[in-house]
Structure formats: C-alpha cells, structure tokens
C-alpha cells in the first residue's frame, strides 16, 4: 500500500524558533499534498493546498508568512512553523495523492509540535 | 450548508454486533467517496474508497453508496474492541478532499 511518513514525529522548541516538518511519499509519486492542523478533540483542519513545483493553496485564515509549504519534488513537501507561539502547538498531518483521478489521499502519522 | 455531515455520534455498540456510519455529502459532481479510521492521537488511516453506486465489501467492511441520494455509508460487521475509533467520511470533488466531522465509535466488550 501507500505509505506517507512525516519527520520529525514530535517536537518541542520555545517560543520565536522556526520548526520544519517533512512529508514523504515512499512508494508513490505525490502531486499534491495536504497539510492539516488537529486540536485535541476536534476535527481535522485543512490549512493548505499543494501541488508539486507551484506554490501553495492556503485557506482563509491561514497565514502563509507563518506556515510556508514548499513542494519541490513529487515525494517531498515541507511545512515550516515560523515564530512559532504556543498557540501553534497543534498535531501537523500531511496527506499525499497521486496524480491518477480519483486517488485517495494517504496520511503521513503526523507531528505533534510542543511549543514552550 | 456543509460540504460533508456526518453524525458525531458517539456510536456505542456491543462486540460482535453491526455497526452503521452514515454520511451525506452535497456536491453532486463527487465522484470518489472514501471512509478513513482515526484512533485517538493518531493520524487517519484509509479503509475503503467506494465510486460506484451499490455495495462494496472488504473484510468485515461494507461501504454503501448512493449517488442519487447523495448518501454513502460504512458497516462494520462482528465489531471487535480494536474497531473503537473515530471514523471519516471524504468526498473527492476534483482534486479536494472533504471530509465530515467524523463519528466516534465504542464498541463494548
């Protein structure tokens, strides 16, 4: 099957640093990638779009300055937390799918970010 | 009106029993349909994908889909303990995904 992995599986950083997470397609060409913010209890969040070698999708509410994507190859995407505050603290997951219509999207385990 | 509403439930049934997820959607032009298993802390987990109207059979999993009712649905027959989760119903418009709040399963030993 597909598999998605994610690095770093948790992080903890204090307060103002940056915090860059990978997503990884193993086994399959990733056009697009999702990545998702989940609080504890609620439901997933989608907080952008992207498709390999053009910029991000982001959705309304979501500071792109903040959270920068880059997905520069169609096995890679990286989401970087910049200044990050406590309120960042969250469970980052990325989602991958291939170019075939209809594709499923498969989960990466996700990154649980602490920030002190 | 939400692209995807499902029951949030919680859902309890006993072991071995039948479990039914049900989710609605309201884009007409999906046409990939797709149930994924969260358990607690983790990330989700694709179980089925369904795009054609009628039933579709894995294991001890069923998903059902109705185009025209705009309804699709997930039966897990002999719930086990280990089927205690958080199930998601996603809907495949293009190249989005939706997905519903999700229904939070305990199955009862």
């Known amino acids: 099957g597909a598999v998605v992995s994610q690095h770093p599986s948790w992080v903890i950083c204090k307060s103002g640093t940056s915090v860059k997470i990978e997503c990884r397609s193993l086994?399959?060409?990733?056009?697009?990638m999702f990545w998702y913010r989940q609080f504890p209890k609620q439901s997933l969040m989608l907080m952008a779009t992207?498709?390999?070698?053009?910029?991000?999708?982001?959705e309304q509410g979501v500071e792109k300055d903040k959270f920068l994507i880059n997905h520069a190859s169609l096995t890679l995407s990286t989401l970087t937390v910049t200044s990050a505050h406590p309120e960042d603290s969250s469970f980052y997951i990325c989602?991958?799918?291939?170019?075939?219509?209809?594709?499923?999207?498969?989960f990466g385990p996700g990154t649980r970010l602490t920030v002190l | 009106q939400k692209e995807v509403e499902q029951n949030s439930g919680p859902l309890s049934v006993p072991e071995g029993a039948i479990a039914s997820l049900n989710c609605t959607y309201s884009?007409?032009?999906?046409?990939?349909f797709f149930w994924y298993r969260q358990y607690s802390g983790k990330s989700p987990e694709l179980i089925m994908s369904?795009?054609?109207?009628g039933d579709k059979e894995d294991g001890r999993f069923t998903a059902q889909l109705n185009k025209a009712s705009q309804y699709v649905s997930l039966l897990i027959r002999d719930s086990q303990p280990s089927d205690s989760a958080t199930y998601l119903c996603?809907?495949?418009?293009?190249?989005?995904?939706?997905f519903g709040t999700g229904t939070s399963l305990t199955v009862i030993p």
């Open positions: 989602s991958a799918k291939g170019s075939l219509a209809g594709a499923p999207g498969y």
């Open positions: 992207s498709n390999e070698g053009s910029k991000a999708t982001y």
């Open positions: 884009d007409r032009v999906s046409q990939s």
């Open positions: 086994d399959f060409q990733a056009t697009t």
């Open positions: 996603a809907v495949n418009p293009g190249n989005q995904f939706y």
């Open positions: 369904i795009y054609s109207n």
